[in-house]
């Protein structure tokens, strides 16, 4: 039992730039959600998916795109990327539909850095 | 709006001391309240959740939590540190019976542990 895992660990990217941060867990989770994480800032929420086939901006949406593929996969696609996007991404999952106040599992991040 | 505040950037406590991790949180009801961990490279794990009932709450690693409603805190406490508790912490919160939400993160606590 994996839990949560991310791809890739780390990536250094050219601004303009595009790629897609994968996000899979095995738990059977139904919410699935991308986080960022910078100094003094704690975590931010990007975007969440409540269950399969929906999608929701979080807090700071702008400069990213997802997509849940599956109930088990949701990816953060980053279409030209810029300096400010320079962070540690986290992916995490709950169990219920929408669940924002079920316990979250997170992964052990992807630190991206943007040139 | 939901908000929460961790009022100590960061912390040294010396191994064998008690510890007592600060959080406030602004909410109309009672909320939801977590306490995360990220040890240094990692991903978040929960130490302890409030939801209802008791409001002295224990969790993993020898941690206990107290909400408070008429301060509006949910501080995380532990008699003795070990070095091993050398992390930062995130306390968090969520709205129940608010589904399309998400949890909104403290900026964080960092812990040293001195010997």
């Known amino acids: 039992n994996a839990g949560v895992t991310q791809t890739p660990k780390f990536q250094v990217l050219k601004t303009g730039q595009s790629m897609t941060l994968q996000c899979a867990q095995d738990?059977?989770?139904?919410?699935m959600y991308w986080y960022r994480q910078d100094p003094g800032m704690g975590l931010r929420l990007i975007y969440y998916?409540?269950?399969?086939?929906?999608?929701d901006k979080g807090e700071v949406p702008n400069g990213y795109n997802v997509s849940r593929l599956n109930k088990r996969e949701f990816s953060l696609r980053l279409e030209s990327a810029a300096p400010s996007q320079t962070s540690v991404y986290f992916c995490?999952?709950?169990?219920?539909?929408?669940?924002?106040?079920?316990?979250?599992?997170f992964g052990p991040g992807t630190r991206l850095t943007v040139l | 709006a939901q908000s929460v505040t961790q009022p100590d950037i960061h912390i040294t406590v010396s191994e064998g001391a008690s510890l007592e991790l600060r959080c406030n949180y602004s909410?109309?009801?009672?909320?939801?309240l977590f306490w995360y961990v990220q040890s240094p490279g990692q991903g978040l794990q929960l130490l302890l959740k409030y939801f209802s009932g008791d409001t002295l709450v224990q969790g993993i690693k020898g941690f206990e939590a107290e909400f408070k409603r008429s301060q509006s805190s949910f501080n995380l406490r532990k008699p003795s540190v070990h070095w091993s508790d050398a992390a930062e912490y995130f306390c968090a919160v969520g709205a129940p019976n608010q589904a399309g939400t998400a949890l909104i993160f403290g900026k964080g606590t960092t812990l040293s542990v001195s010997s």
């Open positions: 995490a999952s709950s169990e219920s539909p929408g669940g924002v106040t079920d316990t979250q599992y």
């Open positions: 909410y109309g009801a009672t909320p939801y």
């Open positions: 738990m059977n989770h139904n919410s």
């Open positions: 998916s409540a269950s399969e086939g929906t999608t």
